[in-house]
């Protein structure tokens, strides 16, 4: 089936650096998430993004986070500057429209550790 | 706004038996629910969804039950095999017009062979 890969799959940075990751979502998809887990706790929203814009974003997405997806490459997430509350799985999805009506595919994950 | 509290969050049963798992929420106006699996390593696949509508649905082994009045989700194994074995979370969205989805916590099913 259709498959969001997200690129690496573990991270590590030093607190204060810059980190992007990567997220390379189903090819005629239109729409694209973030999702946050910290370990033993629940998978949060972040974000939603379509056509160049954020559409929603929650609390957790502080103003040191941006998105983008570039030229139909990468759907990305940057954090500039990390944070040690920043370390979590950050999980990428995407969907051909509103979750509601279409099915979200999710990524495995990338694990950021921030030191 | 929503809380979704999802148990247990381990369950390990025999292959054969059933299992099931539930999530509460608490915002009456929440339309859409779904569950998702994550095997190890890999990403949430959806398993199945329904609208407010449903309160019942069948599919391939799997029974979602939905009771409005106690604003309660269930998600029923029947004959659990050891290919089940994952987490799976549930998550619910506050209207048909909402981007984002409520997880819950996750139940770490272990089906023993």
């Known amino acids: 089936g259709p498959k969001v890969l997200q690129i690496p799959s573990h991270q590590i940075i030093d607190m204060g650096q810059m980190v992007t990751l990567n997220c390379d979502p189903v090819s005629n998809h239109l729409y694209f998430y973030w999702y946050k887990q910290i370990l033993g706790q629940q998978m949060e929203f972040l974000v939603n993004?379509?056509?160049?814009?954020?559409?929603?974003k929650s609390k957790l997405f502080k103003d040191q986070f941006s998105v983008e997806r570039p030229d139909g490459s990468y759907f990305t997430l940057k954090i500039q500057p990390t944070a040690l509350e920043d370390s979590a799985v950050y999980f990428c999805a995407s969907s051909l429209g509103l979750p509601s009506q279409n099915t979200l595919y999710f990524g495995a994950g990338t694990r950021l550790s921030v030191l | 706004g929503e809380q979704v509290e999802q148990r247990p969050p381990h369950l390990s049963v025999r292959e054969g038996d059933s299992a099931i798992i539930i999530c509460t929420y608490t915002?009456?106006?929440?339309?859409?629910f779904s569950w998702y699996k994550q095997e190890a390593g890999a990403g949430l696949q959806l398993l199945m969804s329904v609208l407010s509508n449903v309160d019942r649905k069948e599919e391939q082994g799997l029974t979602v039950l939905l009771n409005k009045k106690d604003k309660r989700l269930s998600l029923n194994l029947t004959a659990a095999h050891p290919g089940d074995s994952a987490v799976y979370f549930c998550a619910v969205s506050a209207s048909s017009g909402s981007w984002q989805l409520i997880f819950g916590s996750g139940t770490q099913l272990t089906v023993m062979p």
């Open positions: 915002d009456s106006a929440t339309a859409y």
């Open positions: 993004f379509y056509n160049g814009k954020v559409m929603e």
